[in-house]
């Protein structure tokens, strides 16, 4: 057996009082892929970032090729031949592919020679693992898909024999995904030696030869995949047994709740993001909207939670909603009946600072039963506040906590709980579970799940759509501002979805459960 | 959880600041050859040890506490308001119109006058920059800043040009009638045996200093309003979310800030110079922002700091009195101070929060 591409052994790493990596041992086999897979705020990120030379660990040791090797800075890891690919691109947006690539490996002060080197290098690349990009195109103008590859490349270029993938797949359609697995194939088949960090089961089953689970900071198991199960892994990253499809009848819907007609939306640097949508929700039924996103899904929600300006009509009830205007902020809106969990609990849906007491009534802070003559009732909020934290089950249940303080998924609790319990007509929930950890998914699922079956109507938003086919009882899918499909949430798949989001409507080939083969639809834009 | 207790955030982190400001105070005073203990003790027996002193002291702090809170405030808004100087001149105006052209009866009426007087001016000068924030993005440092050289060249034309009696040389208002007297600590704390507060400026504007404290306190905590004032100064994005209008609380927030720093000049215009004069403020508006700073932003901490820079002042002026250190130095020593406890708060901070961690885990 030859020597292993990366071998770790005990490593460490604490941030003050909180124990990232708790004695880590790993070790990959060169010409494999190798998934790391485990919870928010499991360490994975941290063990990468060590291993990148961006943190240094507090013990433990770093083998590559067998050889111990300090990895102080990220230049030392380029020299070990370990190359990253970051969720969020590291890429210069208006320089070529060409610049960005030799950018920080330029040879010397004049940079022709460099391009010039590059451009074959590139050529050779692209022959070999079919990286096909443009050389002289400007990295706006690519699609995200296509600036992933950017970032690839410029790990060979720098002769990278390792490369970490951190969660790659979180910003591209299903097709694009199957395009960088597709090449991430190829690679290994060359000996490279990947490392793919992800959450999702599903891309860990399919690509990887080997997974390692980590859960709070320590490598709870490395298994081979094909000896192993999607209940499985989730049972060792949760540490005990998940659900991972949510379990609901069939809905019922009743009258139409929400009804919009011909909304469009210009956002403030005067782009249409939203071109002219007809959607309706029903009581009883979750609308669930399938997307890449920046196809005007968010905008969507803005104008419906009432902060952001539209024209169009939308009726809630059968009363018509200003689109403009004092009439159309978020007072007005909760007003008219309609709750909303943002997309982004950190910037919108929670005051960082605050207490956990003081955001459970946050846009509620008129209603007059939390007010105390000229003061609002603090008392009355906080022992309130105490009860909700009960009810949603969040951890710890301490309302003084600073809403910053709690991990994600509690974060998420706080602002369902708060949402949910005003017993909304219609529910607007844009990405529910983004960076929300397994077990807390499943208790968010079935909340939502339950509102439904209260009769409420719901609109849900998210990338994930997984999370969509197994919740939603109805799927639009939107792209590029316009509503490209819509379908059954039972009678359809990822295949078929995938195709509407990237803005083809034709899905014959796709439908009815199988999906079709490779089937390779045109790039989609960056951004809409 | 938090990096460290809330008492040593609140006590230890100024203590700390505050003592480097005076080692390096020290250090300033030793290198123009005085002797910085001596200075000191100067320092202390003029602000501290003499009733008269504290006299001067609370005076000056009245001031500052006004002024603090306005800047106070307007940053649970995120907004920086450095107009207080400003805003406090037109105040002034709008005390010495209420109690020129007003016939009152009584100094407890008149108080009240005026301070509606000085905080409807201060909150009108705040309210041009608000507005221009609040809808066209301009931004409030720079204009409050250059509204308070408007203010003075207003001030100085109506003093000058109207207010200035007929016959009088310098630019001040005419004396304001014995009615509207303000008692000051002398006359409320004397009795006949002991004359206590003698000369001293500090008068029963003090108390309206607390009580704004108080009103602020109850305000920014307990109030709808505060609640989304900082709401809004958190996160921008979130308030757009919750229907919390960034408009209206720019505008409210340097509304309330506005008439604070107003309502300074009810103390100097009105309780100590008793005629509205060029420059009453001296500087106090800015003296507001280091309050604010080294005050965390919390009525109570801007209390204690502005009686630490009242003292300063005090002290300060002792010190030129008496030694041979220019008045200038106070001006240093001030400076360090507002270094120490505002710039350089983290200097201070992150090696406690890493000490306090360290601690934690040996104890864990």
């Known amino acids: 057996m030859t020597a292993p591409a990366i071998e770790l052994k005990g490593i460490s790493k604490a941030f003050g009082p909180v124990q990232a990596n708790k004695d880590i041992s790993i070790s990959v086999q060169p010409g494999t892929i190798h998934g790391i897979i485990g919870e928010n705020g499991a360490g994975k990120s941290t063990l990468m970032s060590i291993l990148y030379g961006f943190y240094k660990a507090d013990a433990g040791e770093i083998f590559i090729k067998g050889e111990k090797t300090l990895i102080p800075d990220s230049q030392a890891a380029i020299r070990a031949g370990i190359g990253m690919v970051f969720q969020h691109f590291k890429l210069v947006e208006n320089f070529t592919v060409l610049e960005n690539i030799i950018l920080g490996a330029e040879h010397g002060a ?42 690839i490349l410029k790990a060979l270029y720098r002769k990278a024999e390792i490369l970490i993938l951190d969660e790659p797949t979180g910003v591209l359609t299903p097709a694009e995904a199957d395009q960088l697995f597709r090449i991430l194939d190829r690679l290994r088949e060359e000996g490279k030696t990947i490392i793919l960090i992800t959450h999702k089961l599903r891309e860990i089953m399919e690509y990887t030869d080997t997974v390692s689970v980590m859960r709070r900071g320590e490598m709870t198991a490395t298994v081979k995949t094909s000896e192993t199960s999607p209940e499985h892994l989730a049972e060792l990253m949760v540490g005990r047994k998940v659900l991972l499809r949510v379990d609901k009848k069939p809905a019922e819907p009743g009258a139409t709740v929400l009804d919009i007609k011909g909304l469009r939306v210009v956002d403030e640097a005067g782009v249409e993001r939203v071109k002219g949508i007809d959607l309706t929700v029903h009581a009883g039924e979750i609308v669930g909207i399938a997307g890449v996103a920046g196809n005007g899904q968010s905008e969507l929600l803005e104008v419906l939670g009432g902060f952001a300006d539209g024209t169009g009509e939308i009726t809630m009830n059968g009363v018509a909603l200003p689109l403009t205007g004092h009439g159309a902020d978020g007072q007005a809106r909760r007003a008219a009946g309609i709750s909303h969990v943002p997309e982004d609990r950190q910037r919108e849906g929670l005051i960082m600072e605050f207490a956990a007491w003081e955001n459970t009534v946050f846009g509620y802070h008129h209603s007059p039963e939390i007010q105390n003559g000229l003061l609002m009732d603090n008392k009355g909020i906080y022992t309130e506040a105490e009860a909700k934290m009960q009810r949603f089950d969040v951890r710890p249940p301490d309302p003084k906590l600073a809403a910053k303080n709690f991990s994600g998924g509690n974060q998420q ?45 719901i609109l849900l938003v998210s990338v994930e759509l997984e999370e969509i086919l197994s919740l939603a009882d109805r799927v639009v899918v939107m792209f590029d501002g316009h509503i ?27 439908a009815n459960g199988n999906g079709g083969n490779d089937t390779n639809p045109q790039e989609v834009p960056a951004d809409g | 959880m938090d990096k460290m207790p809330k008492w040593a955030d609140i006590v230890l982190i100024p203590f700390i600041s505050l003592f480097l400001a005076a080692f390096f105070s020290a250090l300033v005073i030793l290198a123009i050859g ?62 010495a119109l209420a109690c020129l052209y007003i016939d009152w009866p009584h100094w407890s009426l008149a108080i009240l006058g005026a301070s509606v007087g000085a905080a409807c001016f201060g909150a009108l000068w705040a309210l041009i920059p608000a507005y221009l924030q609040a809808k066209r993005g301009s931004h409030i440092v720079i204009t409050t800043i250059m509204f308070n050289f408007i203010a003075a060249a207003i001030l100085n034309y109506v ?29 409320m704390f004397s009795t006949e045996g002991s004359k206590l507060f003698r000369g001293a400026p500090a008068n029963v504007t003090f108390f309206l200093a607390l009580l704004a404290c108080l009103v602020v306190w109850v305000l920014i905590w307990k109030t709808r309003l505060g609640y989304e004032i900082r709401a809004f100064g958190e996160s921008e994005t979130a308030a757009k979310y919750a229907g919390i209008s960034p408009v209206r609380i720019t505008v409210i927030a340097m509304l309330i800030s506005g008439a604070l720093a107003g309502m300074m000049s009810v103390n100097t215009t009105m309780g100590e110079s008793e005629r509205l004069i060029l420059n009453s403020t001296e500087g106090a508006g800015f003296i507001g922002i280091a309050v604010a700073l080294m005050g965390r932003n919390h009525p109570f901490g801007v209390l204690l700091a502005a009686i630490l820079f009242g003292f300063l002042y005090q002290g300060g002026a002792e010190l030129a009195l008496w030694t041979s250190i220019p008045r200038e130095l106070i001006v240093v020593i001030q400076a360090l101070v507002i270094l120490f406890t505002g710039a350089l708060d983290n200097m201070v901070r992150e090696p406690l929060e890493k000490l306090f961690i360290a601690m934690r885990r040996r104890n864990a």
Do not use: C
Request: glycine letters at 10%; proline letters at 4%.
């Open chain 1, 110 to 151: 004049m940079l022709n020679s460099s391009l010039g080197n590059a451009r074959k290098e590139l050529k050779h690349l692209a022959e070999e693992y079919g990286l096909n990009v443009n050389p002289d195109e400007v990295i706006e103008n690519l699609s995200v898909g296509h600036q992933q590859r950017v970032e």
């Open chain 1, 413 to 457: 609790k706080i602002v369902l709980a708060r949402e949910i319990e005003r017993n909304p007509d219609l529910l607007l929930i844009g990405q529910p579970t983004r960076g929300v950890d397994i077990g807390a998914i499943e208790f968010i699922h079935q909340q939502v799940v339950n509102l439904r079956d209260q009769g409420k109507a």
């Open chain 1, 484 to 510: 490209t499909g819509e379908r059954d949430a039972a009678h359809t798949n990822e295949k078929e979805l995938g195709l509407l989001m990237a803005g083809i409507t034709d899905t014959s080939a796709v």
């Open chain 2, 34 to 95: 005085e002797n910085p203990i001596a200075a000191l003790k100067l320092m202390v027996d003029g602000a501290l040890m003499r009733s008269a002193g504290w006299g001067y002291t609370l005076y000056y702090a009245t001031n500052f506490i006004f002024t603090g809170l306005a800047v106070s405030v307007a940053f649970h808004a995120r907004l920086f308001n450095i107009g207080g100087e400003g805003q406090a001149m037109l105040g002034g105006l709008g005390v």
């Open chain 2, 159 to 187: 003093l000058v040009e109207l207010l200035r009696p007929v016959g009088a040389m310098d630019p001040a208002s005419a004396k304001f009638p014995e009615a509207v007297h303000l008692p000051t600590f002398q006359d």
